[in-house]
């Protein structure tokens, strides 16, 4: 494992959170008339520092990267000029510095609706929702499922790829409901399932939930047809062609792709004798599989790809497009759907309901910062498009020294037409500051954990 191409991917998309996090601050605090003294990516001591601006605001990048802040000048921090007294902090009205606190959470959530609606206009290939039942099927097999069913709806809800239909049913199952599918047989048929998720455990490590309904994707019968050679591979070598049919392997037949690339990936640097099909005529070849490392594990490559499926068959992937308008309201929808289930998530959490183990820490993300990055622009965009919404969800908690902390003194203030006591607010900071430090060892210790399980 390159460490770079999980630390580079992560360390980006870390960036542009806090960068556009902190913006929002900064535009509303100056639109407000309020002098920004500091700007600063990263806690700790400045690494990078450069004056600029009407304010000479210090433009700062500093050592520890886990944050960002902009500091403000404001009579309780030090001694302010009378003449800029009007632009202190804390000599504007109580609805500006709601405004001001607020603006940060509500960039990120505008970044994420931003990125959805880029990808949604532009368009990605997804995997289709045609679904097959998984080796324990009871939820699915009850409710009539059957091996090759296109779902097309939920509850009357469109869906268009298998992302929408886990997350569609993710929420289900978090109300605990029964949703009726519509889907779309293999026979072109179309019938309706009807699924009870009440008894689906939301939380249980190492499954999914869409297989503990039962479902996993449905694949279709790849026939073990070579498609593309790697030059000087082991096939390339031992004469295999383009559109050679492998019918046996060591005696054993091969009807599909996947039983090749199983057989061969269990055989490295062990001679394998094929018996493959060419204009009719049935050959042999011996093939020595290169050995490569794959997750620690040794694996066997002969260098071969799959010959692509001829027209008119069904295709596992799907390209999902839509229009400017319809894609913006996608896009607004999914980023308040996803911070909607994030508060579910975390009220179930103190409920008990799901587990504190699924918290995660910067180890975590920064893995699956690296891990979409590999896949493709598009999985690395959406994966920036969500810890956004989690860094905007997280920052409007009412906790003290957090964003939401802030909002709810002003709105207390707002409400008995008065500002909160200073002794209480540092009392507030205080437990404040004890919380989430509690929470941030609690994701390392969850972070250290996975790394030693595996």
Same mark, same amino acid.
């Given at each position: 494992?390159?460490?770079?191409?999980?630390?580079?991917?992560?360390?980006?998309?870390?960036?542009?959170?806090?960068?556009?996090?902190?913006?929002?601050?900064?535009?509303?605090?100056?639109?407000?008339?309020?002098?920004?003294?500091?700007?600063?990516?990263?806690?700790?001591?400045?690494?990078?520092?450069?004056?600029?601006?009407?304010?000479?605001?210090?433009?700062?990048?500093?050592?520890?990267?886990?944050?960002?802040?902009?500091?403000?000048?404001?009579?309780?921090?030090?001694?302010?000029?009378?003449?800029?007294?009007?632009?202190?902090?804390?000599?504007?009205?109580?609805?500006?510095?709601?405004?001001?606190?607020?603006? #940060?959470?509500?960039?990120?959530?505008?970044?994420?609706?931003?990125?959805?609606?880029?990808?949604?206009?532009?368009?990605?290939?997804?995997?289709?929702?045609?679904?097959?039942?998984?080796?324990?099927?009871?939820?699915?097999?009850?409710?009539?499922?059957?091996?090759?069913?296109?779902?097309?709806?939920?509850?009357?809800?469109?869906?268009?790829?298998?992302?929408?239909?886990?997350?569609?049913?993710?929420?289900?199952?978090?109300?605990?409901?029964?949703?009726?599918?519509?889907?779309?047989?293999?026979?072109?048929?179309?019938?309706?399932?009807?699924?009870?998720?009440?008894?689906?455990?939301?939380?249980?490590?190492?499954?999914?939930?869409?297989?503990?309904?039962?479902?996993?994707?449905?694949?279709?019968?790849?026939?073990?047809?070579?498609?593309?050679?790697?030059?000087?591979?082991?096939?390339?070598?031992?004469?295999?062609?383009?559109?050679?049919?492998?019918?046996?392997?060591?005696?054993?037949?091969?009807?599909?792709?996947?039983?090749?690339?199983?057989?061969?990936?269990?055989?490295?640097?062990?001679?394998?004798?094929?018996?493959?099909?060419?204009?009719?005529?049935?050959?042999?070849?011996?093939?020595?599989?290169?050995?490569?490392?794959?997750?620690?594990?040794?694996?066997?490559?002969? #260098?071969? #790809?799959?010959?692509?499926?001829?027209?008119?068959?069904?295709?596992?992937?799907?390209?999902?497009?839509?229009?400017?308008?319809?894609?913006?309201?996608?896009?607004?929808?999914?980023?308040?759907?996803?911070?909607?289930?994030?508060?579910?998530?975390?009220?179930?959490?103190?409920?008990?309901?799901?587990?504190?183990?699924?918290?995660?820490?910067?180890?975590?993300?920064?893995?699956?910062?690296?891990?979409?990055?590999?896949? #493709?622009?598009?999985?690395?965009?959406?994966?920036?498009?969500?810890?956004?919404?989690?860094?905007?969800?997280?920052?409007?908690?009412?906790?003290?020294?957090?964003?939401?902390?802030?909002?709810?003194?002003?709105?207390?203030?707002?409400?008995?037409?008065?500002?909160?006591?200073?002794?209480?607010?540092?009392?507030?900071?205080?437990?404040?500051?004890?919380?989430?430090?509690?929470?941030?060892?609690?994701?390392?210790?969850?972070?250290?954990?996975?790394?030693?399980?595996?």
């Amino acid at each position: 494992m390159n460490l770079l191409n999980y630390l580079v991917p992560f360390a980006l998309a870390l960036g542009v959170l806090i960068l556009v996090h902190e913006m929002g601050h900064y535009l509303v605090a100056r639109w407000c008339g309020v002098k920004v003294l500091r700007f600063s990516i990263g806690f700790g001591k400045p690494l990078y520092t450069r004056r600029a601006g009407r304010d000479d605001t210090e433009w700062s990048l500093a050592a520890f990267p886990l944050g960002g802040y902009v500091k403000m000048l404001d009579e309780r921090e030090g001694p302010v000029a009378p003449a800029e007294l009007p632009r202190s902090f804390n000599r504007q009205s109580v609805y500006r510095r709601f405004a001001i606190v607020a603006a #940060g959470p509500l960039a990120n959530f505008l970044l994420a609706i931003v990125v959805y609606w880029g990808l949604f206009v532009v368009g990605t290939e997804e995997l289709r929702p045609r679904v097959a039942l998984s080796e324990t099927p009871a939820i699915a097999q009850a409710a009539g499922v059957r091996d090759g069913d296109l779902v097309v709806a939920v509850d009357e809800e469109p869906v268009r790829s298998w992302q929408d239909l886990r997350w569609v049913l993710l929420q289900h199952a978090l109300d605990h409901r029964e949703v009726v599918l519509k889907v779309r047989t293999l026979e072109e048929v179309e019938a309706f399932r009807r699924l009870d998720l009440k008894g689906v455990p939301i939380d249980e490590a190492g499954t999914d939930l869409i297989a503990r309904i039962g479902l996993k994707p449905w694949r279709p019968a790849i026939p073990p047809i070579i498609g593309r050679l790697v030059d000087g591979g082991p096939a390339e070598r031992a004469g295999m062609r383009s559109g050679d049919e492998v019918v046996a392997i060591e005696a054993t037949p091969i009807e599909a792709w996947t039983e090749l690339v199983q057989t061969v990936r269990e055989a490295p640097g062990r001679m394998l004798r094929f018996e493959i099909v060419r204009e009719g005529s049935i050959i042999e070849l011996f093939v020595t599989p290169d050995e490569a490392s794959e997750n620690g594990e040794r694996v066997g490559r002969i #260098g071969v #790809g799959v010959a692509e499926p001829a027209p008119g068959g069904l295709s596992m992937f799907a390209e999902v497009r839509y229009g400017p308008v319809e894609g913006l309201v996608k896009a607004v929808r999914q980023t308040w759907e996803t911070s909607v289930l994030s508060l579910k998530m975390i009220g179930r959490m103190f409920t008990g309901e799901v587990s504190w183990k699924n918290l995660s820490g910067p180890v975590t993300i920064a893995d699956y910062a690296g891990q979409t990055a590999q896949l #493709g622009l598009s999985h690395y965009l959406k994966f920036v498009a969500l810890i956004s919404i989690s860094l905007g969800v997280l920052n409007l908690l009412p906790i003290p020294v957090l964003d939401g902390g802030h909002l709810l003194y002003y709105t207390v203030e707002i409400i008995k037409g008065g500002p909160i006591p200073e002794r209480v607010m540092e009392i507030g900071q205080q437990i404040g500051l004890v919380l989430l430090v509690m929470l941030m060892a609690f994701a390392f210790y969850n972070d250290i954990n996975r790394l030693i399980s595996g």
